[in-house]
């Protein structure tokens, strides 16, 4: 049976779930959820069992941890993106490319796909990020400028675009 081990880290904006297979770096979640909460999330992966071990992703969350105080880290640890599709994953490396502090449009991003039609299909796939902040998918916005959805919700989505831009807060008008 495959193990997978998970950890957090608490932050100003709340605590941070993440949780690795022996392949990688395979789920995290930002809401503000409880350990229950996430245990249910990942028993939904059939045929894992679950360890909290805080050692071994040790520098994982030390990564994560400057993130969220405003450092720019390249978060160089490997992932498991097993349980996306092909045009998932196609779709989370091309936004894993994003550099930090820039906002690119869901239009732009189906553009470096190939096919500049399947904006609404990228949404989806970013919908399905497991890996929030390391896959930068809060970076994607409308084509209008308007913020579009977030799998953590819209609130951390300006949270995270605040906190890469140096700002306290944005409002939605200043993405312009």
Known sequence: ????????????????????????????????????????????????????????????????TRYFEGERVPFDFELDLTRGTEFQQSVWRIVRKIPYGSLVSYKKIAQDYGNSLCARAVGNALGSNPLPIVIPCHRVIRNDKSLGGFSGGVRWKKLLIALELGQEDIEFGELR
């Open 1 to 64: 049976m495959d193990v997978l081990r998970y950890s957090t880290i608490e932050t100003r904006f709340g605590t941070i779930w993440f949780a690795a297979s022996a392949r990688g770096l395979s789920f995290l979640r930002l809401r503000y959820f409880n350990e229950r909460r996430v245990a249910q999330e990942l028993k939904k992966v059939r045929g894992l069992k679950m360890l909290r071990d805080d050692k071994s992703l040790r520098r994982l969350a030390n990564q994560l």
